[in-house]
């Protein structure tokens, strides 16, 4: 067309190859639906391959290189990307894999089998869904030399939330097989990198991490005992009887039919209760 502004674009069924619109914005389209707006300035794409959908709005600006794209089947990738400086990205490329949100210059990234990416990514934010079965969603920005982060890296892993940073990398991250992370976080981390692990709250002045398998730690603090349940520093319950080696202050387990609590560095021993 020869101009640097495409108004709209309806790209529809079985357009196969490529097809230059003008210099910088490059439409790739075959069998499946392209509907969107590109508004040149530097490289633009709006990419759709295989079959998927792909619907949004596209721009670029004084960096150049903003990308919506779709690519591997079943995909679907809808939202409106935007970059000043640079990047600016939602990418579906797994088979089954879904996109959509707001990307201003951060990405949106759902990049395997039946994975789903979704929620609002600012400047420096990274939300991305990175293997099989993963969900990610939420809020997430980062400012200034910082960013932050919403990332299920690992197949069946959840995290959900809301994530700045401002003073400091901030991150909602479920890093082991069917690990769970969800809260809010401002330039702290939330953390379940043990399988099955959980980690959940308002991580304000602190991270909260579940780093063990089957672990569960609610807000602020570390549980790295498996198959345990923390609040905080303490109290923890633990499954597996007397935590021996990593016995803490506040832990509670059950041996031989009795149940034990440890009190300001003693293990005490609950035979019965006084009515």
């Known amino acids: 067309m020869g101009l640097d502004r495409v108004d709209r674009i309806n790209i ?9 619109l003008d210099e910088t914005a490059n439409f790739l ?27 949004g709005e596209v721009k670029a600006n004084t960096g150049y290189t903003a990308t919506l794209q779709s690519f591997e ?12 400086s ?14 959509q949100g707001f990307s201003y210059n ?30 990610s969603q939420g809020f997430v920005a980062g400012y200034g030399a910082y960013h932050g982060e919403i990332n299920a890296q690992q197949a069946g892993t959840f995290a959900q939330g809301y994530c700045e940073s401002y003073g400091g990398n901030a991150f909602i991250r479920a890093t082991a097989n069917g690990a769970f992370a969800r809260g809010w976080t401002t330039d702290y981390a939330i953390t379940a990198s043990g399988k099955g692990s959980f980690a959940q709250g308002y991580a304000s002045t602190g991270d909260i991490v579940a ?25 923890r319950l633990c499954s597996g009887g007397n935590p021996a080696g990593s016995v ?13 609590i440890r009190s300001n560095g003693a293990d005490i021993k609950i035979v019965s209760c006084a009515a």
């Not at 640079?86 to 996109?99: R, W, Y």
């Open 86 to 99: 640079a990047a600016a990205k939602i990418d579906a490329k797994g088979q089954g894999s879904f996109a």
């Open 211 to 235: 780093s063990a398998d089957g672990a569960v730690q609610f807000g602020q603090g570390t549980n790295a005992l498996a198959q345990s349940l923390q609040v905080g520093a303490a109290p």
């Open 29 to 55: 389209v075959d069998k499946l639906r392209a509907v969107g707006f590109a508004s040149a300035g530097g490289t633009e794409t709006l990419v759709l391959a295989d079959p998927g959908f792909i619907a």
């Open 248 to 260: 803490q202050n506040g832990d509670i387990w059950v041996a031989a039919n009795y149940v034990y």
């Open 12 to 20: 529809v069924a079985n357009a196969v190859g490529a097809d230059e």
């Open 73 to 84: 089947k079943g995909a679907f990738a809808h939202g409106y990307v935007f970059a000043y």
């Open 106 to 135: 951060g990405t949106i990234y759902a990049p395997t089998t039946g994975s789903f990416a979704q929620g609002y990514a600012r400047n420096g934010g990274i939300l991305e869904s990175g293997s099989s079965g993963t969900f």
